[in-house]
C-alpha cells in the first residue's frame, strides 16, 4: 500500500519530499501553487533536479501535484478560461519536472451558466492542453469527485463518463476518489455494501484500472449535506470501521492514498498515518 499526506510546498519545493519522508509516507501531494494566488514564477530547472534526487533517496513512490480550486476550466468567464488552460499546461509541465506522476484536479464549477454549457467546456480545455502537452504522456491528470455543492462539477459520476467519453485521448485521464467528498455528496459509504456498489459504479463508468488516487479523509459534515469538511480518521462522521473497510478494499489494491486530514498539532499527520496503517494491517 502506498500511503501518504498532502504536505506544504512552501520554502523550497523540495523540503516538501523532506517533509514527506520524516513522516514514513511512501506517496505525497502538493499545491501546484498557492491556493489563493496565482503564480509569481514556476519551479526552476535546478530546484526540479533537487526534488526528483531527494525523491530517489526517499522512500516515496507516488507523488501527486494538486491543481487548487483557483483554476477553473468549467467557467463561462473568459478571462478566467483562458488563464486556467495557460494554468493546466503549466502544472503539467512542472508535475512532469518534478518527476510526479499524477496532477490532480476539480472538474470546476459552471456559476452562472449550465451543467451542460460547464462540461462542455471542460471538454474543450483538456483537448486543448493534451494537444499542446502531447510529450507529456507520463503525467496522468486524475479528476477528483466533489461533495455537490452549489454549481461545482464531479459530484456524480455521471459527469466523469460523460468527460471521459467525450475527450480525444482518455489514455491520459484517471480518477481521484475523494472519501469525505463522495460522503457529503451522498454515498453513504459507512455501509460496506454501498462502498462496494461505488466501487462498482466508478469501474462501470469511467473503465477499471482509472481509478489511481485515493483521498482519505474522515468527514466533518454529515452525509448528503453537501459540505466539504475534512476530519481525523475516525473521529468524523465515516468512522473508523469503514475506513477499515475501505483501505482494504480489492478494489483499491493498485491505487495510493494521501491523507488531507486537518492539521492542527505538529502530531496530527503522524496520528493520522498510524491509524491507516493499523487498519491496513
Ligand atoms: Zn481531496
Redesign the pocket.
Known amino acids: 500500500m502506498y500511503l501518504g499526506v498532502h504536505v506544504s510546498a512552501s520554502g523550497k519545493i523540495y523540503e516538501a519530499v523532506d517533509r514527506a519522508a520524516s513522516l514514513g509516507c511512501t506517496a505525497m501531494q502538493i499545491f501546484s501553487r498557492n491556493p489563493r494566488q496565482w503564480r509569481q514564477g514556476g519551479v526552476c530547472e535546478e530546484d526540479s533536479h533537487e526534488f526528483r534526487h531527494r525523491l530517489r533517496s526517499s522512500g516515496i513512490r507516488v507523488v501527486a501535484v494538486h491543481i487548487p480550486y483557483l483554476i477553473n476550466l468549467a467557467t463561462s468567464y473568459d478571462v478566467l478560461y483562458k488563464k486556467s488552460i495557460e494554468g493546466y499546461i503549466e502544472d503539467m509541465r512542472e508535475t512532469d519536472m518534478l518527476g510526479a506522476q499524477y496532477l490532480v484536479t476539480h472538474m470546476g464549477s459552471f456559476k452562472n451558466s449550465t451543467l451542460a454549457d460547464g462540461l462542455g467546456s471542460f471538454i474543450k480545455a483538456l483537448n486543448i492542453i493534451f494537444r499542446q502537452t502531447k510529450d507529456l504522456k507520463g503525467v496522468k491528470l486524475l479528476l ?1 469527485n466533489t461533495s455537490g455543492s452549489g454549481s461545482w462539477l464531479g459530484s456524480t459520476f455521471d459527469h466523469h463518463k460523460i468527460i471521459f467519453d467525450a475527450v480525444e485521448d482518455r489514455s491520459r485521464l484517471g480518477l ?1 476518489l ?1 472519501t469525505a ?1 463522495a460522503f457529503a455528496a451522498g454515498y453513504d459509504i459507512r455501509r460496506p455494501e454501498v462502498f462496494d456498489a461505488l466501487i462498482d459504479e466508478v469501474d462501470a463508468k469511467v473503465g477499471k484500472g482509472a481509478l489511481h488516487l485515493v ?1 482519505l ?1 474522515d468527514s466533518a459534515s454529515d452525509c448528503g449535506t453537501h459540505i466539504d469538511r475534512h476530519d481525523h480518521i475516525g473521529k468524523g462522521f465515516i468512522g473508523t470501521k469503514a475506513f477499515r473497510h475501505i483501505v482494504n478494499h480489492p478494489g483499491l489494491k493498485d491505487a495510493a492514498f494521501i491523507l ?1 486530514t486537518p492539521k492542527d498539532t505538529p502530531r496530527s499527520d503522524k496520528m493520522n498515518l498510524n491509524r491507516v496503517r493499523k487498519l491496513a494491517g
Do not use: G, Q, R
Request: aromatic fraction near 0%.
Open positions: 477528483e481521484c475523494d467528498h483521498h479523509n488531507e
